[in-house]
């Protein structure tokens, strides 16, 4: 009964989306109060609808009720409970419906947060939304439906996919979603000024908090997914430029390129064509990736290879929003009047820079992606671009961008004065010249590439904090006076510069790993031991066990250093009965910011077995810096600027044309 009632709630969604995707934008271009204000209750209402059936559905996994052929096909009784629940979304139909659950917070959430919007605005971003939660409930229902039922219930389910079995899967996919699909709404914002044929300054303040949220969560959601790959596939690695890794980066380019243009808008009411359209392309690739991971053209771990007549459906949704979009913003753009203007040398200049480079990183990831399946569609030839393709095409893209980045913030608005900027980041500079050179010192000239890097990241970290030192005119005023101009600082301030720093983290800990990563690929037999960087590694032995829904068998490792003991590792290789799948289960030892990775592979006579083993250094920093740069998002989005209504210039200026 449960399980008609979350079927049941799911068809009154699709029948609630219609209707928001009709009558808000139909009262819109009215002008009608009453015909607007429907919107608001329906995009509520179709939360609850939603979250009921995600509800049902969880309960049915919960009870593993094999006579729902999406818990049969994905559950098992002997499954852990945090898995059972993750396997909710852990699968092409449960999955799809997160998506849509979430696509209809944010409405639910623009609907509740909006009320001071201008109503024709709010109106038509919650009828766009309408239409996207439209396309995909019908999706869901009559090509994905997670309620089909099974005549005759088998006693026992088929379990999960063991590589989804884990902690980081039961977190990645909720959060990488809430990016994916919050972008969403910016699209909503854009396509609903595109109608009303208005953007200016207010717009920009508006959309900003959202294209913030989103942004955050995309940054979560793929430092989450890189740490479970590099955990627990085995391989060691953070990062494999894998189809579907490409697909959520792709997003977080142009994302962080509107982050950027967003705030130019608003405060030069400038850029207006070029923010929309990012807008527009920055969800449009969130439906790519979307289309990639359902529409079985990859074979990927973290693809859904399913029906091919559901990428089919997908395509054109795809198809229908990114085309009709685009065909509306041909229409449109060119009746937008242009916004101040500035010289080329200033802040606008600067994130207009900012905006060149990580588009054209963006559709470098996007050629070396699409490419091998474009060439596989048109001719039947096979191509494989991996990492040394994306390497040398994203990385120098990524160097001026880094070299650029403290500059930004010494620039003043409309026109700024380089040589003083220069001379404000000459310390700076310095510093970053002398750590540079320590480390090649340190680590000799055999490659000379990682010194570089080392001091890029130092640049972009140290000039992070330097923007706070010059504004808060340390060294220049008594150091109460300049506490009590950091603490008065913007929120957004402070925010730029955890950002801008963290990626000066990520930086350091990329460079640094792949520059002096040792690696150790060996078979070990019991009582051996082997060099692995500045540690020494001593196998023990193995043993069997088991689990809830596996068997396994533990290497027992001793680590130690100059002799001593400074850890045991036990690392497993795992065998689930039920699919008949075989995992790697790799034990990390962390010292400081750098990190020992062991993993087993095949087993061989004698009880010795094959161990690939690393000494990561600094490894640990990739993900902080992530954690660092989503402190920055959240201390930016605290601030009350973005919680109150448009600038008064905004208001007054004549950046709208008449709405048809």
């Not at 600082?489 to 790993?513: E, N």
């Not at 196998?539 to 002799?563: A, I, K, M, Q, W």
């Amino acid at each position: 009964m449960i399980v008609e009632l979350g079927h049941y709630a799911l068809a009154l969604a699709l029948a609630l989306a219609l209707v928001q995707s009709v009558v808000p934008v139909w009262g819109a271009q009215a002008r009608d109060p009453r015909l607007m204000s429907v919107a608001s209750p329906v995009a509520g209402m179709q939360f609850l609808m939603v979250a009921l059936s995600f509800a049902a559905l969880t309960v049915a996994y919960l009870q593993s009720d094999f006579s729902v052929l999406n818990v049969w096909q994905n559950s098992h009784s002997d499954k852990p409970l945090i898995y059972k629940i993750s396997g909710v979304w852990g699968n092409h139909e449960g999955s799809m419906l997160l998506w849509v659950l979430i696509l209809s917070l944010f409405g639910a959430l623009v609907a509740l947060f909006g009320r001071t919007m201008p109503a024709t605005l709010k109106a038509n971003v919650l009828g766009v939304q309408g239409w996207i939660s439209l396309a995909f409930l019908a999706f869901i229902l009559f090509t994905s439906n997670p309620f089909l039922r099974i005549d005759t219930p088998p006693l026992q389910g088929q379990d999960l996919n063991p590589l989804l079995q884990d902690v980081g899967l039961a977190i990645h996919p909720p959060l990488l979603y809430l990016g994916y699909v919050g972008f969403s709404i910016t699209f909503s914002f854009a396509a609903a000024a595109l109608l009303e044929g208005r953007i200016d300054a207010a717009w920009a303040r508006w959309v900003r908090p959202w294209i913030l949220i989103a942004w955050i969560f995309l940054t979560l959601g793929i430092a989450m997914g890189s740490y479970w790959a590099y955990y627990e596939l085995g391989w060691g690695g953070f990062w494999f430029w894998d189809p579907v890794e490409n697909a959520s980066f792709m997003p977080w380019l142009a994302g962080t390129a509107l982050l950027h243009s967003a705030l130019v808008m608003e405060k030069r009411d400038a850029l207006k064509v070029w923010t929309v359209l990012l807008a527009i392309l920055t969800f449009s690739l969130s439906l790519l990736g979307t289309f990639l991971v359902r529409s079985g053209v990859l074979t990927s771990v973290h693809a859904f290879a399913t029906d091919p007549s559901r990428g089919v459906f997908i395509l054109a949704i795809l198809a229908f929003f990114i085309g009709g979009s685009l065909t509306l913003y041909a229409y449109r753009a060119p009746m937008l009047k242009q916004g101040g203007l500035f010289a080329p040398i200033s802040r606008e200049g600067s994130l207009i820079l900012n905006n060149l480079f990580l588009t054209a990183a963006c559709a470098a990831v996007f050629v070396g992606t699409l490419y091998p399946l474009a060439l596989d569609v048109t001719t039947g030839a096979k191509i494989s671009v991996g990492a040394p393709f994306f390497n040398m095409t994203f990385g120098p893209l990524m160097i001026p961008l880094l070299i650029a980045m403290p500059f930004g913030p010494f620039l003043a608005w409309k026109r700024g004065d380089l040589l003083a900027a220069s001379q404000r980041l000459m310390a700076v500079f310095a510093l970053a010249i002398v750590l540079a050179l320590a480390v090649l010192w340190w680590k000799g000239a055999a490659n000379v590439m990682a010194p570089i890097g080392i001091g890029i990241a130092a640049w972009v970290m140290i000039g992070a904090v330097a923007e706070i030192i010059w504004r808060s005119k340390l060294g220049s005023v008594p150091f109460a006076n300049s506490v009590r101009r950091a603490a008065g600082l913007p929120r957004s301030s402070w925010g730029t510069m955890l950002g801008h720093f963290g990626m000066g983290v990520t930086v350091l800990g990329i460079v640094a790993v792949t520059a002096w990563q040792k690696e150790l690929i060996t078979v070990m037999a019991p009582g051996e031991t082997q060099p692995i960087g500045a540690y020494e590694l001593t196998f023990r032995g193995l043993t069997p066990g088991t689990g809830s829904n596996y068997r396994e068998d533990t290497g027992h490792f001793v680590l130690s250093r100059d002799g001593k003991q400074v850890a045991t590792m036990a690392p497993s290789k795992r065998f689930y009965t039920t699919r008949q799948m075989p995992t790697t289960e790799a034990d990390i030892k962390t010292f400081g910011f750098s990190q020992i990775y062991v993993s087993l592979g095949e087993p061989k006579e004698g009880g010795a077995v094959v161990v690939r083993a690393y000494d990561k250094p600094l490894v640990t920093l990739i993900w902080l810096g992530s954690l660092v740069m989503v402190l920055g998002g959240l201390l930016s989005l605290s601030d009350r600027r973005l919680r109150v209504g448009a600038p008064k210039r905004a208001h007054n200026a004549a950046a709208a044309i008449p709405a048809e």
